[in-house]
């Protein structure tokens, strides 16, 4: 078994690789020389602290912020110095940590744009028909999220809840080859947790996940495996049994004191 | 709606009967000038209620169309079709460069950029004397004349620009629902998310800008057919700033406060300038009223009163947006 894994991961493109990655802020690293290498279809969860520098690595991923050291290799290709939006044309899709949806277009008008957003032409001048491919993407999309009652109610109205199922919806439109989620059962109700791993189950396997979470249920549920983020340090990674074992884990992160 | 439906109905009627029943002086002095005021202040009402981008250089924009237009047609002799293309071309083209150098800055910044791009066209237009004949600009223009009538006569002109005015304001609230409309109104809200969406938001705020320019242009031509002159004067600070002042009058978010407010500020600069020399003054009052008062500008008002009237004397009619989305 071991030796397929190593076999496989030698042979085809690992969805995600950083190499060496580090971020100053001025006088601070929120993150310090992280690998990390996500095989194609994992399902990887982050952890760490608040201020672990989690949301950091995110934002690197995206290219919403340039790291100061280490290279970024999405499906084989370098994308360190490629902008957000191209990164995200060729298949890479995230969540925030606190929802961010536009206030003031509607359920379907949020979903209809990250529909468009990987296409070209997503500046067309056309107004969309009702038999476009498109719509019925979308109707398709806030079905699988749970949001088909809300389609025409704007973003902004919607509950905390809402607003994640939405998100996820929009990251989903893109029909991304690797999801990242920034706490996604943050603020969520139990009834609402429960529905967000089913969902996350039942995602298609060839798409990759990494995400951040402070909900070990979900995060243990959901992952594989487990990597540990520490003041911007990776300082464990396993399966989320070993992780569960980790001596330093728990001193740093599990409240073992 | 349907009640929305019969209230711009009966505008529709009041306003293609107008020259049959209003008075001469109303309907080429007040009601063709805020009609063309209206179209170069719907400019910006795109790309400050859409896109979150408020620019004082539509006036400039407009204006350059006006130069474009002239310098065609009197200094080179060219038919004013080549006039046409070339004032559309011209507001166009400086809209691209303008928005280039200006969206890589937002908010105030932005607003002050876009100044010094009009300053830096009126200092261009005061100096140069080849292409924009320097301080006294461009004389004798003529608008184009269709089967032996010139457009500017005066019945025809107002329902020249009520045809314009009604053609802009219409592809403007069309644009709200195209795929370029949403994400401007999206990148209005978050850039960023737009961005990790897979749009290029300095791209498509140059693109909005630069349509922004295709329409300013559109107003500066009947404006320079109205003048029938173009000097440095048209697009000087004052100007510029009057753009923004109908604009915000009116409402910013709104597509119809464009027209609004220019007739508002159409009105005022006529009959206060009748009893008082201030008019800048009376100006600057209303302006900051509405500022103070209604932040939505006339249409906020408007909009206020009619759905209280809606409420109270008809019947309840449930809201629905017009994107169909
Ligand atoms: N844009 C920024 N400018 C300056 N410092 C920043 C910036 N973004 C993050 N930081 C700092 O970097 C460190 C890591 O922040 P980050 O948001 O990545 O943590 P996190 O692991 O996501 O934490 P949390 O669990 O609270 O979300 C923090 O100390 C934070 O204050
Ligand atoms: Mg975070």
Redesign the interface.
Known sequence: MVTVELHRSQTAARALELQGVSRRFGGLVAVRDVSLALEPGERRAIIGPNGAGKTTLFNII?G?LRPTAGIIRFFGRDVTRL???QR??LGL??T?QTP???????V??NL???V???QP????????R?EDPE?VE?ERLAELVGLRHAL?ALAGVLSHGEQRQLELG?ALA?RPRLLLLDEPAAGLSPGEREQLTALLFALDTEITVLLIEHDMDVAFQVAQRVTVLHEGRVIAEGTPDEIAMNATVQQVYLGGT | MRKTRLLAALLLLLLLTFPLWGSAYFVGRIFTPALFFGIIALSLSLLAGYGGMVSLAQMTLAGLAGYGYGYLTITLGQPWWIGILAGLAVATLAALVFGLIAVRSTGIYFLMITVALGMVAYALANQNRSIFGGHTGILGIRAPELFGHSLVERTIFYYLCLAVGLATYGFVRYLAGTPFGLALQALRDDPRRLCTLGYNVALHRVAAFTLSGFLAGIGGLLLVWYNGAISPTTIDLTRLINILVIAVIGGLAYAEGAFLGALVFVLVTNFASSFTQRFNTMIGLTFLAIVLFSPEGLSGIALRLWSLLRRTLLTRVAPSRHTGL
Not at chain 1, 100 to 106: C, I
């Open positions: 995206t919403e902008p957000p939006h995200i044309r899709a995230r925030y961010l949806v536009f206030p003031r277009l509607s379907a008008e209809y744009l990250a468009r957003g990987v032409w997503r500046l067309s001048l056309r107004r969309p009702a719509r979308v025409h929009m893109s």
